[in-house]
């Protein structure tokens, strides 16, 4: 079940934290992966452990705001089936307190860099005739989560693209849909964490942990497993839908 042979998979920020969990969970079900993220070291990481494990993994270093380095490695892949935008940034802000820089950054990268693997990506897709485009939206983009807010505008447009190009694409065969976590626990979080509290990291961490009802933050493996279904010929009746991952925030919060 949910096997991926003969499968080729495209999936940005593959160098690390969810989009590498889903990179290695792929290779595991026997897809192709082809890899793109910024850092080339961290893609060189990834690419190891997949072929340490018997998978087999193809690296495209690009920044996903470059429109010419994202065309050029879809141009090299050619042909695809699965299509994972998980590559984005993270910030903290309200509405006043997001500089103009700030904002447009966020922007670039989680919703111009999307919708840029989206128009290189889907002609990459139908020349292989039709697959499963799944794209890493947020709670943030469903739910009012505090000083989040260019954040929470980037995953909301996900969504709203996500939708769309299930419409466009439904009879071509291009199924799309998005996964909206809530709190998990990568490198990310840590460096993340690290950076904006100081000293304050095994606080900030049980604080993070108890906003999940259920009582701590997710695992990227759990996140890759939804993301292996979604993109799985089990998942072929599945199109345009939004699905939470988050330990029951947005509906047992009380």
Known sequence: ???????????????????????LL???????????DIHAESLEETRAAIEAAGGKATIYVADVTKITQVTSAFTAIQSAHILVNCAGIAHVGN??????????????????????CLHAG??????????????????AGITGIP?????????????????????????HKIRCNSISPA??????????????????????????????????MGTVEEVAQLALYLCSDA???????????????LHLNH
């Not at 039709?130 to 939206?137: E, K, P, T, W």
Request: glycine share 12%.
């Open 235 to 249: 998942a072929t009746f599945i199109s345009g839908n939004d699905y939470p991952i988050d330990g029951g925030y």
């Open 95 to 116: 509405a006043v307190g997001t500089s103009p820089e700030d904002f447009d950054r966020i922007y670039q990268v989680n919703v111009k860099g999307v919708y840029h």
């Open 183 to 216: 709190r998990i626990h990568t490198p990310f979080v840590d460096g993340f964490i690290a950076k904006n509290y100081p000293g304050q990291e095994e606080t900030m961490l049980q604080k993070l942990a108890a906003s999940q009802p259920i009582g701590r």
């Open 147 to 171: 000083d989040r807010f260019a954040y929470s505008m980037s995953k909301g447009a996900v969504i709203a693209m996500t939708r769309s190009v299930a419409t466009d694409y439904l009879h």
């Open 122 to 139: 889907i002609p990459v897709l139908l020349k292989s005739g039709g697959g499963a485009i799944l794209n890493m939206a947020s709670i």
């Open 26 to 36: 792929f290779a595991a079900q026997s897809a192709d992966v082809y890899l793109i």
């Open 1 to 23: 079940m949910f096997s991926l042979h003969n499968k080729k998979a495209i999936i940005t920020g593959g160098g690390s934290g969810i989009g590498r969990a889903i990179a």
